[in-house]
């Protein structure tokens, strides 16, 4: 089975662009989620999708979006970026059924703001 | 709002010896599930090994297992005989039903050959 792809790996852009990034999660499982990590604040999690609906949210801004289409793959966007967005973005699929199924992680896209 | 605590930024072990890492967990619920991800440097994060809270015996994985304290909040990972692949940042992490994941600041563990 293939894992959970990220695209692109690497990104930079300047201050006040905005960016997508993308997740396909393993086959079958519906769950998505995203977390931002970065040397400061770690990993924190910004939002999971089950079933193209937002079941969960972090603690962060409106700048940072999401959605997931009808084959569970999802996509983040952050708006009018800032210095600080630079980071680690992981996505993480799971099943995401009933009980609690571990997330398995992607390789990442590493953002850079410059 | 749930913390994970992991008060070890770094730590080594010599190859073949036994390691632990600790975490700490605050909480006021009673049905969780504890977790230990690793990181290597190629990004990627792999579940080492859960645990459910609701079961009393630790979780073990091969040469990874646990000591879950579930009163005392506290959820060590103890990896015996240390391969120099094992060399990784290693997360503890805490989730509810709600596939939240919340995670612990890391521990860097260099294995020495």
């Known amino acids: 089975k293939a894992g959970v792809t990220q695209t692109p790996r690497y990104l930079i852009k300047t201050r006040g662009q905005q960016v997508t990034l993308s997740c396909s999660p393993i086959?079958?499982?519906?769950?998505v989620s995203w977390y931002q990590q970065t040397p400061g604040q770690g990993l924190q999690f910004l939002f999971e999708?089950?079933?193209?609906?937002?079941?969960n949210k972090g603690n962060f801004p409106g700048r940072f979006s999401g959605r997931q289409f009808s084959n569970s793959r999802s996509e983040m966007n952050v708006s009018t970026l800032e210095l600080g967005d630079s980071a680690l973005y992981l996505c993480?699929?799971?099943?995401?059924?009933?009980?609690?199924?571990?997330?398995?992680f992607g390789n990442g896209t590493r953002l850079t703001v410059t | 709002a749930q913390t994970v605590t992991q008060s070890q930024p770094e730590m080594s072990v010599q190859e073949a010896e036994t390691v632990t890492l600790s975490c700490t967990y605050d909480?006021?619920?009673?049905?969780?599930?504890l977790f230990w991800y690793k990181q290597p440097p190629s990004r990627q994060m792999i579940l080492v090994i859960r645990?459910?809270?609701?079961?009393?015996q630790n979780a073990t994985e091969n040469r990874f297992s646990v000591n879950f304290q579930k009163a005392a909040k506290s959820f060590s990972l103890k990896i015996s005989d240390s391969q120099l692949g094992d060399t990784a940042m290693y997360f503890c992490?805490?989730?509810?039903?709600?596939?939240?994941?919340?995670f612990g600041a890391g521990t860097r563990l260099t294995v020495k050959p």
């Open positions: 993480a699929s799971s099943s995401g059924g009933q009980g609690v199924s571990p997330l398995h």
């Open positions: 086959s079958g499982h519906r769950s």
């Open positions: 999708y089950f079933s193209e609906t937002q079941r």
């Open positions: 909480t006021s619920e009673n049905n969780y599930y």
């Open positions: 645990q459910e809270a609701y079961k009393q």
């Open positions: 992490a805490f989730m509810k039903l709600s596939n939240d994941m919340r």
